[in-house]
T-cell receptor, first 112, second 114 residues
Framework: GESVGLHLPTLSVQEGDNSIINCAYSNSASDYFIWYKQESGKGPQFIIDIRSNMDKRQGQRVTVLLNKTVKHLSLQIAATQPGDSAVYFCAETNNYGQNFVFGPGTRLSVLP | ETGVTQTPRHLVMGMTNKKSLKCEQHLGHNAMYWYKQSAKKPLELMFVYSLEERVENNSVPSRFSPECPNSSHLFLHLHTLQPEDSALYLC?????????????FGEGSRLTVL
């Protein structure tokens, strides 16, 4: 999930497959992380969050993994569907607070 | 529907125009934010308001002027903008400033400066 030049990294997956979107965060003091989904023409929508005292959290079809040692966050989407096509952002903050720092985003394309 | 409503959704203006973006949140939150989303950059925080008091101004040029008349409404007044200000402007709210979880975003106002 890191910026490559001026273009958003893109992940293309076959419908029904699992997707893994990655994010490297910068601040070792960050203690709260969120994944957002942004569909074309819409604002970012909350998907799932995780606090730094956890390594893994599961939602409906989504799992977030946190590796504090290497400052890495990932979002796993099971059985990817066409409606999952969007840009996915990670966001980090410390003190569970308002100064969120957002990653550049990864575009997920679901192929029929 | 996130409970955060932005108007207008699209705005085209000349560099000498004055316009305003409006945001309203129906969530009973105490903090509101303006973010700028450009095609080639991550989301950039512009302003933060808590209980109608501005608590952060992230080195934003004075041609952007925020206003928060109450905890439910937030405006961004625009004056003498530049073409590079063309972007999606997102409003967000949260329950408070700290220890309050995620931001709730509106759909954004797409601004084009000619």
């Amino acid at each position: 999930g890191e910026s490559v030049g001026l273009h958003l990294p893109t992940l293309s997956v076959q419908e029904g497959d699992n997707s893994i979107i990655n994010c490297a965060y910068s601040n070792s003091a960050s203690d709260y992380f969120i994944w957002y989904k942004q569909e074309s023409g819409k604002g970012p929508q909350f998907i799932i969050d995780i606090r730094s005292n956890m390594d893994k959290r599961q939602g409906q079809r989504v799992t977030v993994l946190l590796n504090k040692t290497v400052k890495h966050l990932s979002l796993q989407i099971a059985a990817t569907q066409p409606g999952d096509s969007a840009v996915y952002f990670c966001a980090e903050t410390n003190n569970y607070g308002q100064n969120f720092v957002f990653g550049p985003g990864t575009r997920l394309s679901v192929l029929p | 529907e996130t409970g955060v409503t932005q108007t207008p959704r699209h705005l085209v203006m000349g560099m000498t125009n004055k316009k305003s973006l409006k945001c309203e949140q129906h969530l009973g939150h105490n903090a509101m934010y303006w973010y700028k989303q450009s095609a080639k950059k991550p989301l950039e925080l512009m302003f933060v308001y808590s209980l109608e008091e501005r608590v952060e101004n992230n080195s934003v040029p004075s041609r952007f002027s925020p206003e928060c008349p109450n905890s439910s409404h937030l405006f961004l007044h625009l004056h003498t903008l530049q073409p590079e200000d063309s972007a999606l402007y997102l409003c967000a709210s949260s329950r408070g400033l700290t220890n309050t979880g995620e931001l709730f975003f509106g759909e954004g106002s797409r601004l084009t400066v000619l």
